[in-house]
């Protein structure tokens, strides 16, 4: 057999070559690269080769040899650490390996949880959308036109044209009231936008929950009812309200909610700077002008509306330190929050 025969006879062997063992390794190692391998002898016999052949030949014997190194190595990798010589190991009592788990983001769930709360209370969802004109997201909730919450620093303008994304979604109400008669119960959830440098504790883009209640004799006693008994199924029995007056274009009157501090439960700690008390939304009955704008009479019904932040009652009750952690997605932030934290 000529040299060149042998050369391409054993580079087809070098391919076909297995191992199951590390023994096995070895053995391929001696017979084709061991000092008296078949590789290793080759060279030997290229020795002899005329001097006009050797550089197209020792041109292949050199390629020849790199293959039966890399093809060496292949096998050595290809020999899991689960096997020996024996063969390989397979522990049955191991347990399986699992697959990664998704989970539902922290705002989901707890945007769900207060849907849950105000659905059991016989309110429905209703949703607008988010790019908004000025009639809903403004002018229909009694925002005067010079008002400062329209200023570019705020709003998000959508260029041409009236609008904006909606910086709140009070402008659900508006929509809701337009397409609706009295009696009307309804939350509407739902990402909003303003225009705010990002920080820990600022985003340009978060999540809000409207309230909304329009019926014959609607009081400020039924939403402090509401609010009571909407922040002790979140956060517990014990958890106490207090409301501040306030004020806001589209109530009157109009208030803020504090809750007692979940942390310390009111004697004051860091989360609550030392007062005892968390703000936790604002609210007010439903202002006689905001009804008239939607053709509802306010002589003959009234209302209470609230809006909550959805990332601040979540950091409330999970915690969450830093406003950006809900959009980067790290999965090992998200992997923290399951909804099992609510039992009810
Ligand atoms: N829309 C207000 C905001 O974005 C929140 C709010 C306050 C909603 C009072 C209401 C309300 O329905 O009555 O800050």
Known sequence: MSLL????ALEAELN????????EVEQFRVAMLGRNGRVTALFDDFKQ?????????????NVLKQQAQQRLDELKGALSQETTSTGPVLDLSAPARTGHTGSLHPITIVRQRIVDIFARM????SQ???VEDDRHNFSALNFPPDHPARDMQDTFFVKGGDLALRTHTSSVQVRVMEGQRPPIRTISPGRVYRNEAISARAHCMFHQVEALYVDKNVSFADLKGTLDHFTKSLFGAEVRIRMRPSYFPFTEPSAEVDMSCTVCGGSGCNLCKHSGW??????GMVDPAVLANCDINPEEYSGFALGMGVERITQLI?????LRMYWENDVRFLDQFTAATFRS
């Open 5 to 8: 025969d042998r050369i391409t």
């Open 16 to 23: 076909a070559a297995t191992a199951r063992t590390a023994d």
């Open 49 to 61: 080769v005329a001097a006009e052949e050797k550089r197209a030949l020792g041109q292949r014997m």
């Open 122 to 125: 016989g309110f429905t969802v």
């Open 128 to 130: 607008g959308p988010e």
């Open 278 to 283: 968390v703000e936790i939304m604002g609210c």
């Open 318 to 322: 999970y915690r969450v330190p830093d």
